[in-house]
């Protein structure tokens, strides 16, 4: 069986050619560059870019895992359970950061899943 050709614009007409393959170039040169950023783990935030802040003032931070660090903030494994209003909010950092497979910061100190269980749970 033959793989059928991917031709989106063989029976455009010419002035329909030269509209869509500027906007589909442009298309794949931002979904490269996303990729890039995706494999580089290099994000801004953009209403702080529109709103005329430097690409540096605008660069979110993460840790080694991935997760979002505020400045000043701090890393995965610099957590305890002081650091967290609710058993909740614990739970769902425990998890992201590895889960009971990982608990690098100690928050789950009977090794049952459950992360700071003294802390209110709302």
């Known amino acids: 069986m033959a793989i059928p050709k991917f031709k989106p614009l063989a029976n455009a007409s010419e002035g329909s050619k030269?509209?869509?393959?500027?906007?589909?170039?442009?298309?794949?040169?931002?979904?490269?560059?996303?990729?890039?950023?995706?494999?580089?783990?290099?994000?801004?935030?953009?209403?702080?870019?529109?709103?005329?802040?430097?690409?540096?003032?605008?660069?979110?931070?993460?840790?080694?895992?991935?997760?979002?660090?505020?400045s000043g903030g701090k890393f995965t494994d610099e957590y305890n359970c002081d650091d967290f209003g609710t058993q909740v909010e614990a739970q769902k950092f425990f998890k992201n950061a590895g889960g009971p497979t990982k608990d690098t910061n100690g928050l789950d100190g009977d090794n049952d899943g459950e992360a700071c269980e003294s802390l209110p749970k709302e």
């Open 18 to 70: 030269k509209v869509a393959k500027p906007i589909l170039i442009g298309i794949i040169v931002l979904l490269l560059g996303a990729f890039g950023l995706e494999v580089s783990n290099n994000d801004w935030d953009l209403g702080k870019l529109l709103s005329g802040s430097s690409l540096e003032e605008a660069r979110v931070m993460r840790d080694k895992d991935g997760n979002v660090v505020t």
